[in-house]
């Protein structure tokens, strides 16, 4: 089962940057995707930013042109650079993995982390 940690949530006034990061460990024969999702209070979890193990990336329209999505394939680490943070952005950020498994025969599956708080204070 493939783990992963991420680091980086804080409290920041709104306006400042955070930088989020998730390393992915454990058996896999190839990373699809990593990802990040939010969830505010009372809200459901949403996309944020996606990348592809070839760089394509996506993003949710209330973030583009302010966070800023990239991945260490060596290191299957993948970050989320935020910047010109806003009140809205408040919630608990997940990382998700989308990868591939086995020998021979791959079967596909999905991992979350356990969440990183970001708070942005207006």
């Known amino acids: 089962q493939l783990q992963v940690e991420e680091s980086g949530g804080g409290s920041v006034p709104a306006g400042e940057s955070l930088k989020l990061s998730c390393t992915a460990s454990?058996?896999?024969?190839?990373?699809?995707?990593m990802g990040w999702f939010r969830q505010a209070p009372g809200k459901e979890r949403e996309s944020v930013a996606v990348?592809?193990?070839?760089?394509?990336?996506f993003y949710a329209d209330a973030v583009k042109g302010r966070f800023t999505i990239s991945m260490d394939n060596e290191q299957n680490t993948v970050y989320l650079q935020m910047d010109s943070l806003e009140s809205e952005d408040t919630a608990v950020y997940y990382c998700?993995?989308?990868?591939?498994?086995?020998?021979?025969?791959?079967?596909?599956?999905?991992?979350w982390g356990q969440g990183t708080l970001v708070t942005v204070s207006s």
């Open positions: 998700n993995v989308d990868y591939l498994y086995g020998l021979g025969i791959y079967r596909r599956s999905t991992t």
């Open positions: 454990g058996p896999f024969f190839r990373i699809n995707t």
């Open positions: 990348i592809t193990n070839g760089g394509s990336t």
